[in-house]
């Protein structure tokens, strides 16, 4: 009792050091104090300990000897009673602590060098089932299934994977360089400031990013002033909660996941491994077993040299803002010609939309022909129809891709517009014209309709039948050409032996009537709850009518393609079919898989009730197994 007493007086007089060897040389076991009489000891100590020590610890030696003190907001150990496993498990903290601390440093002082890159870190793996021990106990399945949901909710919220990599934010107010003001020789300037981005992963939990700033971006000297105090609190806040020490986390700025804080048992790290990737080299950091570690990689460092990082010395490659590698300068004067951009190459008003639609559409296509091209060694020249070219946005930014890529002494591109507005036509000839007689002298525009135009530079279909050979590669574009004009321009390129086929079909109307009364007439029909929605009728109609015209263009010896072509918020009509022909050997591998795309074809029609279809006409095959359909194109399916 007087030890307690002068315990007391001690705590009031906050006298730390004094207690601290009152609670070493006393005869009373620490485990004796009360709960009360801990917490008079806590309140009695000066939490001084990391204030007047420049090394801070991520987190001091977690251990169930714990009994009397604490400082900060790290728990410290007040020694008592120890056996040698607590020893053990005390000295192993240590050396945890001791690399944890290595690791924060090499980064702080690789950022200050200017030869940082990336970090990782990874904690514990998602359990996962062992083949073979689930073969030997294929009797308790369930049992194993009922573990396996357990392991991966005991590691809910932990830590999965962090990364970390270098980031420049620009400022949203660009400022001028000092020859500024309204000048014209004035050119903007990068301003902003340089990031640290850590993505935090965790096991069944929402992913988090935080950005911890590094320095700011002098614009006057291009330099950046460093400051890696935040990146330092925000590693510790990390390792202190891969700790389990979620009091510390709540000082420390970096967030748990949405399931708060996590449970651990006592000396164990979620953080498992890591590595460190700099200018000259890499670190592998090794949390897990009993030998932590920090050391350079043994396998990543043959080939690094010495020196500094890129990405730090010109941080404004880092930045989000960079220009976009687009096929097509906004800078192009058909641009302005077409109303597209303005005087300082930007997009006007309303045609940002169609910018985009433009370079999008013109990445596409210059992929197609660039494979057909190169798989054609005879061809010399490039040859483009757009069928329905409106004013001509698509066909002039394709035609000056092209140009500017192939046009030369052995290669010549020529494009053609078709177009049935005879005023539009001639609208768009005079800007062709304006354009000089450069690149643009081999484009122009026709008036025509999709289909039955004799006097295209393609010619007629003959010619292409009666297997002429061919010195060039041929392109037929049809976008948005209303119902059943796609399935006339598809014809218009088969029968011509076209290489490359792009079209975006519109308006799929045909098929509408014949899927309706299928529908009426057979209530029992394996999708009749679907299908007796409108809605979702309409919207079948669309997808069947395209999955036809897509096994067709296999049939007629094509590689076909059907995706997306720009965002839903730039037209609702943005599914786009690309084919390009394929070299065919008339081998049996060849026979068997046409017979096979022919057998889906009417298995697809007749689930749909369809009956007939306007480019399966034009090519004389059949989408019933009753009957065939009679052939109204002259000649049919052109031989392959």
């Known amino acids: 009792m007087p030890t307690f007493v002068s315990f007391l007086l001690l705590a009031s007089k906050r006298s730390s050091a004094l207690l601290l060897l009152l609670l070493f040389f006393s005869p009373t076991q620490c485990a004796s104090f009360s709960t009360p009489h801990l917490l008079a000891t806590e309140a009695a100590l000066e939490r001084t300990h990391h204030h007047h020590d420049n090394h801070h610890h991520p987190r001091c030696i977690p251990s169930r000897l714990t009994k009397a003190a604490a400082y900060h907001n790290y728990h410290v150990l007040c020694m008592s009673n120890s056996s040698d496993s607590d020893s053990r498990s005390s000295t192993h903290a240590q050396r945890t602590s001791s690399i944890i601390d290595e690791f924060i440093s090499t980064v702080l002082k690789s950022l200050q060098d200017k030869t940082f890159e990336s970090f990782t870190l990874k904690g514990p793996p998602a359990p996962r089932k062992n083949r073979r021990s689930s073969s030997k106990l294929s009797n308790n399945t369930e049992d194993m299934d009922a573990k396996m949901e357990r392991e991966k909710e005991a590691l809910r919220g932990k830590y999965k994977t962090i990364l970390g990599r270098l980031v420049f934010l620009q400022d949203k107010k660009k400022r001028r360089k000092k020859n500024g003001g309204n000048d014209a020789a004035a050119s903007d300037v990068e301003s902003g400031s340089l990031y640290l981005q850590v993505t935090i992963k965790y096991h069944l939990a929402t992913d988090i990013a935080q950005n911890w700033k590094i320095g700011t ?14 990146v330092e609190s925000g590693f510790r806040g990390i390792f202190a909660t891969a700790w389990g020490d979620s009091d510390n986390n709540a000082d420390s700025g970096v967030p748990l996941s949405e399931w708060g804080a996590t449970t651990n048992k006592d000396g164990e790290m979620d953080i498992r491994s890591g590595e460190l990737v700099i200018a000259d080299g890499s670190y592998d950091l090794q949390l897990h077993g009993n030998k932590p570690s920090f050391r350079p990689s043994k396998t990543k460092n043959k080939k690094k040299e010495k020196g500094q990082s890129q990405l730090m010395n010109d941080p404004t490659q880092l930045s989000h803002d960079r220009t976009k590698n687009v096929p ?91 177009e049935r507005r005879p005023k539009l036509v001639r609208e768009i000839n005079g800007i062709a014209s304006e354009l000089g007689k450069g690149k643009f002298e081999k484009l122009n525009f026709i008036e025509g309709s999709i289909g039955e135009t004799d006097n295209s530079i393609f010619g007629d279909a003959k010619q292409h039948q009666s297997g002429e050979n061919k010195d060039s590669v041929d392109i037929v574009i049809a976008l948005h050409a209303c119902d059943t004009a796609t399935d006339d321009a598809l014809w218009f390129a088969i029968g011509r032996g076209v290489e490359v086929i792009v079209t975006a079909p519109c308006c799929q109307h045909e098929l509408r009537p014949q899927i309706d009364r299928h529908v009426s007439n057979n209530p029992s029909h394996i999708l009749a709850n679907v299908l007796r929605h409108a809605i979702y009728r309409e919207r ?20 076909v393609q059907v995706f997306e072509f720009v965002g839903g918020e730039h037209t609702a009509k943005n599914s786009i079919i690309t084919a390009t022909k394929k070299v065919l050997s008339g081998s049996k591998k060849e026979g068997t898989r046409l017979e096979e795309r022919r057998k889906s074809l009417v298995e697809l029609a007749e689930l749909y009730g369809v009956k007939q279809q306007r480019l399966a006409s034009l090519m004389g095959e059949s989408i019933t197994s009753s009957s065939n359909l009679e052939v109204n194109a002259a000649g049919g399916m052109p031989p392959l």
């Open 540 to 559: 079948a109609t669309e997808q069947i009518t395209d999955s036809i015209r897509a096994i067709l263009l296999e049939i007629a010896g094509y590689d």
């Open 217 to 230: 971006l002098n614009e006057h000297t291009d330099e950046i002033a460093l400051d890696v105090s935040e």
């Open 328 to 418: 097509l300068s906004t800078s192009s004067e058909f641009f302005q010609k077409l109303g597209v951009t303005n005087a300082d190459n930007k997009p006007k008003v309303g045609m940002a939309s169609k910018l985009r639609q433009c370079q999008k559409f013109v990445e596409i296509v210059s992929n197609l022909v660039e494979i057909s091209y190169s798989n054609n060694n005879g061809a010399k020249n490039i040859r483009a129809i757009d069928m329905g070219c409106g004013r001509g946005y698509l066909t002039f930014s394709l035609h000056s891709y092209l140009s500017d890529k192939y046009n030369n002494s052995d290669c010549v591109v020529e494009t053609q517009g078709i």
